[in-house]
């Protein structure tokens, strides 16, 4: 079992997201995060989905969401070739006392407070899952309250595969090599 | 003009001829509309023989095939139609009528989110929101059903659409889709791979499925099989491709296919899938097939390739571009002896059946019926023992062998059997079923009697569900459990009620005599045939 990210640029019709979500349960794929938003082009939306399978696994996937008429594009987010982010709320239980060492870690992870209450704190981080997980392990110590994930965003480098939304879709076709 | 006119006039555009359907008051304004047209509407019984017909239309004509119901209970009976059509790649559009649009997701009456519901068994679907979309909307429908890998295509339209007036009708002369461009050309390099191992094979096979048919390239595909003798065998959906009795022509493979048919796929050096899915019931073993033998998986599909087993050389396209393509290659391959090898298995891996004198033998009936038949016949196969056994001994001269091979829907075969006839009313066609699947569509008499719709039906009666009595019997020990159909209607009075002929055959002394008189005219008749209850397939 290996994780692969998978950026997709969709058409952006009503349904489109219950057409992706809706392949990958139906044919046991499984999702591990799922976001999306529209792009600069107001006709398309940008999804980002973490998966993991099998070899198998991973290209059936690739070919079955490919063949969804609303799927305009599905690549590979490669690490090395991308960068990928999370957006992290999480509400830890700090009294006046513990204030002092809770912000002093967020500020090691360029993390932001961003609500402050009685009791308590909400801090926001960005970052890798990774980053993510290493900041989450390091208030085992506190009591962390609630969290919300975004899941992650990701986009791939350079000006390489950038797919010109305009363009002709001559590059798309699923020759085999 | 209504958005009603607006999608008659899409349909007379796309050259339909007849739509399938039953109305209810959310699609009323379409069937209102369609009174000022020519398009033919045929009043089926239920809503799933409606998708039935259009299949059989759609697979006779290769254009998608129309039907038309209402919201709620008319779009959900129309589901296993659709996921029927699915499972075979068989192009439909379907219209469904829908509740006012103020009503969406109110759970008002007679709504039902059949877009959502249908989602898993059609290549795609529509929910008009407005007017203004029904000319693009159904120029894409036809264009996506009948594209690529074929399949069905649903558009779903409230009322209130239906009755908006639209200002102007303009059908589109193209299709500008941006996420949509199915690869029909195969990709010259593969093919050049293809032409290399056919050179070097020594045991060549190619396994023909229903993408030959669909993409209508029975014609190049025996041309270049017969300049160059590769034999051919073939999956359920591929039966017709080859004529039965074609010297190169080994048979139907899988699990209840021909014990010769196997044995040549299995003993193959070289293996050419050709729109064929490498399924469950043709390839049980599929990672077994491929470990001693060059496999090439053909498939306009590229999501097929590699799923059930990893092709060698995978090439993405049509079949009929690519054995066009082939035939444009000059090369020499030499198997004389391959061929030797799979004639003998034709004459020595025969199945010995031994008849109950007392009953209708189906092998010996079917061939006959096949022998005697018009040779360009449509013979309709219905799901059961009676599937496997015109599978196995139905001969197919320059006719069609239609059945639900994908999804194996018991009544598949009236309906069906009814749009291939209105398809092509000078060809013979004949449904043949067992006691279980005609009364699955018995109630489809009456359109055919409305209509005038002369399809032939021979109905292989044995008082059980046959298939699933055989599976009781091997599995569990003679333990039947639910598969008596005792209360069936007696046929004569069947056929009586619906104004139809009506022959029976008990045994097969009076074979030769009830054929001819059988197909000896062109009105619909109804045959019975009686079967001993326990005979097999296997």
Not at chain 1, 27 to 46: L, M
Not at chain 1, 117 to 146: C, H, P, R, V, W
Not at chain 2, 33 to 47: A, G
Not at chain 2, 506 to 528: A, C, I, P, W, Y
Request: proline letters at 4%.
């Amino acid at each position: 079992m290996q994780k692969r990210v998978f950026q997709l640029l969709v058409d952006n019709t009503s349904g489109v997201l219950s057409r992706i979500s809706g392949l990958f349960s139906r044919r046991g794929y499984n999702i591990e995060s799922i976001t999306a938003g529209v792009t600069v082009d107001p006709r398309f939306t940008r999804v980002t989905i973490v998966t993991c399978g099998d070899d198998e696994i991973l290209e059936q996937i690739e070919k079955q969401v490919g063949k969804l008429i609303d799927v305009r594009n599905i690549k590979e987010l490669r690490p090395e070739e991308s960068v990928y982010r999370e957006l992290a709320l999480i509400k830890v239980k700090a009294d006046p006392q513990q204030r002092q060492s809770i912000i002093a870690v967020a500020d090691i992870f360029r993390a932001k407070i961003i609500d402050v209450s009685k009791d308590s704190l909400i801090i926001e981080l960005t970052g890798n899952q990774a980053k993510i997980e290493a900041f989450m392990n390091l208030l085992d110590g506190y009591e962390i309250l609630e969290s919300a994930r975004t899941g992650i965003a990701g986009l791939g480098r350079g000006m390489e595969n950038v797919i010109h939304l305009e363009s002709d879709m001559e590059e798309q076709s699923h020759f085999p090599s | 003009m209504i958005g009603a006119d607006a999608i008659i006039k899409c349909l007379e555009e796309e050259g339909v001829k007849y739509v399938f359907g039953y109305p209810g008051v959310a699609i009323c304004p379409f069937y209102n509309s369609i009174l000022q047209s020519e398009i033919q509407t045929i009043l089926i019984r239920t809503e799933q023989n409606a998708a039935h017909a259009a299949s059989g239309m759609a697979r006779l004509t290769g254009r998608p095939g129309v039907c038309a119901v209402t919201s709620g209970p008319g779009a959900t009976n129309v589901i296993t139609g659709i996921a029927t059509a699915f499972a075979d790649s068989i192009p439909l559009v379907c219209i469904t009528g829908q509740v006012h649009t103020d009503l969406l997701g109110s759970d008002s009456f007679q709504e039902a989110d059949i877009t959502g519901a249908v989602e898993s068994f059609v290549k795609y679907s529509y929910l008009v929101k407005n007017v203004a979309d029904i000319p693009r909307i159904f120029r894409e429908a036809f264009h996506i059903a009948n594209t690529g890998r074929r399949g069905p295509v649903l558009i779903d339209i409230p009322i209130n659409i239906q009755n908006a007036p639209i200002s102007k009708f303009q059908y589109p002369a193209e299709v500008n889709m941006r996420t949509y461009k199915p690869t029909v050309k195969g990709h010259a390099v593969q093919i050049k791979k293809v032409i290399r191992e056919l050179e070097r094979a020594k045991r060549p096979i190619i396994c023909v499925g229903g993408g030959v048919l669909l993409s209508e390239a029975r014609d190049d595909l025996r041309e270049f099989v017969e300049k160059y003798r590769i034999p051919v065998v073939s999956t359920m959906m591929g039966i017709s491709v080859m004529p039965t009795e074609h010297p190169l022509y080994f048979g139907m493979v899988g699990n209840h296919g021909k014990a010769c048919a196997n044995r040549a796929m299995n003993e193959s050096d070289l293996l050419i899938m050709a729109g064929a899915r490498v399924a469950d019931r043709a390839v049980s073993q599929p990672d077994l097939i491929t470990r001693d033998k060059v496999l090439v998986h053909i498939d306009v599909d590229p999501a097929e390739i590699g799923k059930n087993a990893g092709p060698t050389i995978p090439l993405v396209g049509d079949v009929k571009h690519i054995f066009q393509d082939f035939a444009r290659e000059e090369f020499n391959c030499e198997h004389e002896e391959w061929l030797q090898t799979l004639e003998e298995y034709r004459r020595t891996l025969v199945v010995m059946r031994s008849p109950n004198p007392a009953y209708v033998d189906p092998a010996a009936f079917i061939t006959r019926l096949s022998e005697k038949m018009d040779p360009d016949g449509v013979y309709v196969a219905d799901v059961g023992q009676n599937q496997i056994w015109s599978c196995s001994y139905h001969i197919v001269k320059e006719g069609r062998f239609l059945t639900s091979g994908g999804m194996g829907t018991m009544g598949y075969s009236i309906p069906a059997a009814m749009g291939a006839k209105l398809a092509d009313k000078r060809r013979q066609v004949i449904a043949v079923c067992g006691d279980g699947s005609f009364q699955m569509s018995m109630m489809e008499l009456a359109t055919m009697r409305q209509y005038d719709i002369p399809v032939k039906i021979i109905v292989l009666k044995n008082g059980y569900l046959g298939m699933v009595r055989e599976y009781q019997h091997y599995t569990y020990k003679d333990h039947y459990s639910v598969v008596d159909l005792s209360g069936s209607p007696m046929l004569d009075k069947i056929a009586a009620a619906y104004d139809m002929r009506y022959q029976l055959l008990e045994n097969m002394g009076r074979v030769e005599e009830v054929l001819d008189t059988f197909l000896g005219d062109d009105k619909s008749v109804l045959l019975e045939c009686l079967v001993d209850p326990m005979d097999l397939v296997k």
